[in-house]
């Protein structure tokens, strides 16, 4: 069995963390209990390009429980727990390939590995191996990088060709891969369906809101060890998972400042307390900045300028392009790491700018990510849509599908039951009067 991890000695460390999170994800467990005896994923290869952390261990296993062969990559270079990731391949015994902290030749080597696995379903966070796919289909190959460039000119067509047609369907896990996914398919590019699991409201509105919110703030603090309590918190993005991370900074007593481009966003923002203005008015008094918009440079060089000193700034939207880090680079007279995780950024003003992470994911970066509890539901999610591919993917259309209503409904309902909540049911009565028009008011 091929793996990259950093040291296998590790691995005993990782399966305790492993067990402790299982613990905590009981609509994974009854999954996997099902998956066990039923074997729905007898016969797929399943490559997930996705953070390497107990959470996922858990749904890796879950989907080899099922019957399904599976290679593991990491989604982002911060992002693995290098422990979880020695543990899944000696206790687990599935391909891994995911190192934290691993360069960028590294990174894509590993997404490599996981082409070269010739997947029939795939699971992505950020659709980075979806999209190395269909650059492979489309031949571009001038847009993938030379680790998997190099790889993919050695290959006869023929095995180019079957690479793409061995794969069934795929699902995605987040908001910015599945903006990309959808972009495909407005194109007519996209080469096979997949599930948008992000849009599930099991996975969207908890793991994003509830999810993010807690996290995020937890990377902040091991990053910084800061005081929240009465300090402005500037927050770009007031989607789901910037209301998450608002509703938690205002909870430790910051002062939360919105930015957003969306009016609708921006006028909820407002009505739920929070001061609203442009990034540029909120640049001078923020004392930190955090984005969560998935798109570029939503962090640059006019806002650096005007940021106060001391300055923190952080990325909790998804791939580390929201803050401007080549501007802050040029912008820099000295740069040095202060605390592990966060570098200090030394401007030509003589004003310091303190960044987290790199740029990267914070909660990831800097923390552990999600709590088990909320991942449960999101995991849940990519399980039952792996067998929802399996199953249907060859009768769906190369479109992007939303999770099918029954699943979401489905996951929700177990995770009420496993905290001992049963909730009402219609009666015949009140299904009958939903659904007449004749019975009026």
């Known amino acids: 069995m091929d793996y990259d991890v950093k040291d296998l000695a590790l691995a005993d460390q990782g399966y305790d963390k492993i067990e402790w999170a299982e613990k905590r994800m009981p609509v994974l467990r009854i999954i996997k209990e099902r998956f066990s005896k039923e074997k729905p994923l007898k016969g797929v290869r399943i490559s997930c390009c996705l953070h390497v952390t107990t959470e996922t261990a858990n749904l890796v296993r879950t989907l080899k429980e099922g019957g399904a062969e599976v290679a593991l990559c990491a989604s982002n270079p911060l992002s693995t727990q290098d422990d979880v990731a020695a543990s899944i391949v000696k206790h687990f015994e599935i391909p891994t390939f995911s190192i934290k902290g691993e360069s960028d030749d590294i990174y894509y080597a590993h997404i490599k590995e996981a082409l070269a696995f ?63 996914l959808k972009s495909m398919e407005k194109e007519g590019v996209l080469y096979f369906p997949i599930v948008a699991v992000n849009d599930a409201f099991t996975k969207h509105m908890f793991d994003n809101r509830y999810g993010t919110g ?132 030394t401007l030509q003003n003589n004003k310091r700018i303190y960044l987290l992470g790199e740029g990267r994911l914070v909660n990831l970066a800097c923390a552990e990510g999600h709590p088990s509890e909320v991942m449960d539901m999101s995991f849940a999610n990519q399980a039952l849509c792996a067998e929802y591919m399996w199953k249907n993917g060859k009768n769906l259309e190369k479109k992007v599908y939303s999770v099918p209503d029954e699943i979401d409904k489905n996951v929700a309902y177990l995770k009420l039951k ?24």
């Open 118 to 180: 010739r997947p029939n379903v795939t699971m992505d966070d950020g659709a980075d191996l979806v999209g190395a796919l269909h650059m492979i289909a489309l031949g571009r190959y001038d847009a993938l990088h030379g680790t998997i460039r190099d790889w993919v000119e050695r290959l006869t067509a023929q095995q180019k060709k079957e690479l793409i047609d061995n794969i069934v369907g795929g699902s995605e896990e987040t908001t910015t891969g599945v903006i990309r």
């Open 214 to 345: 807690q996290s995020t703030i937890d990377g902040i603090l091991r990053a910084t060890n800061i005081l929240f309590a009465g300090a402005q918190f500037v927050l770009a993005g007031y989607g789901w998972c910037g209301k998450g991370v608002a509703m938690r900074a205002s909870g430790l007593g910051a002062r939360v400042i919105v930015a957003e481009v969306n009016p609708l966003r921006a006028l909820e923002a407002l009505m739920d307390g929070y001061d609203v203005m442009k990034m540029e008015d909120a640049a001078p008094l923020g004392d930190i900045f955090i984005t969560t918009t998935g798109d570029i440079h939503v962090l640059r060089k006019e806002h650096f300028e005007l940021m106060k000193d001391g300055a923190i700034i952080g990325n909790s939207g998804h791939f580390n392009v929201e803050i401007d880090i080549n501007a802050l680079e040029a912008m820099k007279t000295k740069k040095r790491n202060i605390r592990g995780t966060m570098d200090e950024y």
């Open 418 to 441: 496993s905290a001992g909540i049963i909730i009402d049911e219609l009666t015949e009565e009140q299904k009958i009067y939903l659904a007449s028009w004749e019975m009026g008011t």
